[in-house]
């Protein structure tokens, strides 16, 4: 007679203790631009650091020094895939997976813009110097300019045939400068959205121009 084993069914639960998810990037931010409200917290607008990092759908905001968390931003049903703070520190950009971009404000912890255009997961994100424009890079080998002011779309620039791993905006020129896993850098004209100049040096995927 032949022996049988029987296996206990096992079936995900809730997740909790998570302080950084793996998707994204983090951000270390200054307070002293603006308070920020939590749970029973007050940041003051003193010359401290912060760091707003990813959990699953939503961000974290937490205090090193006391180390505790001091902030949520909770998202929908979708993770975290990029983050990007406005050189004012008043606005937060975050990417999620499923290509949507959403606008933080960061004193009053609510999202209060909706940007899509991508088809797949968001990538990279930067705000220009001005903090007036935003540019996000996708999975689906695309970048698109948008106006965070008028809260639109500017111009989608393709090219890449991978995904992007990071976009950086010239402060001197009118320049973006894009890179991908197709191991490619490019150099876009804005005045004129289209592609100047392709490096093409690289032998492996391009993560990082920093």
């Given at each position: 007679m032949g022996l049988t084993k029987q296996y206990l069914k096992y079936s995900?639960?809730?997740?909790?203790?998570?302080?950084?998810?793996?998707?994204?990037?983090?951000?270390?931010?200054?307070?002293?631009?603006?308070?920020?409200?939590?749970?029973?917290?007050?940041?003051?607008?003193?010359?401290?650091?912060?760091?707003?990092?990813?959990?699953?759908?939503?961000?974290?905001v937490w205090d090193p020094r006391k180390e505790e968390r001091v902030s949520v931003l909770a998202g929908d049903r979708h993770p975290v895939s990029a983050l990007s703070l406005s050189p004012d520190q008043s606005q937060l950009a975050v990417g999620y997976d499923d290509g949507c971009v959403k606008l933080w404000s960061i004193n009053a912890q609510r999202s209060h813009v909706t940007l899509s255009g991508h088809r797949s997961g968001i990538t990279c994100l930067q705000y220009d110097q001005t903090g007036t424009r935003l540019v996000s890079g996708s999975k689906d080998t695309c970048a698109i300019v948008w106006d965070v002011v008028n809260e639109s779309g500017l111009f989608r620039l393709k090219g890449h045939k991978g995904p992007l791993t990071a976009c950086v905006f010239l402060s001197e020129y009118n320049v973006l400068v894009t890179s991908s896993k197709d191991t490619l850098v490019k150099l876009w004209d804005l005045e004129t959205q289209h592609c100047f100049q392709t490096l093409v040096g690289h032998r492996s995927e391009v993560w990082s121009m920093e």
């Open positions: 995900p639960g809730a997740t909790f203790g998570v302080v950084n998810g793996r998707q994204s990037n983090a951000i270390l931010m200054e307070s002293s631009r603006g308070t920020l409200a939590g749970a029973g917290h007050k940041l003051k607008p003193a010359k401290q650091l912060w760091i707003v990092a990813p959990a699953l759908e939503n961000v974290h």
